[in-house]
């Protein structure tokens, strides 16, 4: 079952979301509380969405999403930000059903791109994600600033 | 002057993202008029939003940007869709005007990240953003599903 996450979904998808880090190497960069994602999810501004899968009663996958705009498309577009489904239920179709139910979103509402980022040595799921189709944008590379790098910019 | 968008620029913004796509080879993929970019910006429901540069009464540069979210922050973040000055207004401060505006955005804000992609062969724009300090996430790779590839994933 995938339906959208509900307020009293957050505690799960919190560890989901601790999970997922682990498994790429990043706990140590997760900040984010259970609170803090209630809020980007169901605060009075939400930022973000949530689809989870259900099995046995629980939430045993997860998917963390959020809008883009083009100005290519002049488009909305969606953003996986996160998507994971715990080892013990994997290769039971959790993780095809979650992409394909926003893929279905993203063409009901007339969203032109579904995207989302790999490490590039998770192998697993780049498989994944050729057999469902989606091309990998070999030709761009992200740029972030954060932490003191944001600051010094700011301040000139 | 770097100051946000009006209505008014709507003409001069969607001629500024179809020189950069131009600059980027992929002027062929510019779907967006200048309706779509009004209603992404100032429609009902906006999505995105944009800062100008303005020098001798006109628009010789624009930051289009929207918010992303992160489940690592537990914050929202700043992409930044385009940058571009006018090859012309070049060298005169207006793209650092801009991203530094965007940078004390969100310091201001509280949004985390700054973030934004470049093709790799831009040497003079990945320059200009080691510059100012950001990081290139190089482990990671954009996935896209559009198209033809989205509406089967849909189709099941």
Redesign the interface.
Known sequence: VIRPARPDDVPAVHAL?REL?TYER?LD?????EG??AA?LFGPAP??SCHVAEADGQVVGMA?W???????????GL?L??LYVRPAYRGHGHGLAL??AL??L??DSGY??????????NSPAIEF?RA???????????????GS??????A?
């Open positions: 979301v880090a990043a960069e997760v900040e984010a509380s803090d994602l980007l930022g973000a963390f959020y809008l883009t705009t083009s100005t290519w498309t002049g488009r909305q953003w930000e996160d992409l394909r893929a279905q993203c063409v032109r791109r579904l995207e989302w980022w790999v490490l590039d040595w994600y469902v189709g989606a091309q990998p944008m070999q030709e761009w590379t992200v740029q972030r600033l954060g790098a944001l600051r010094r910019l700011a000139g």
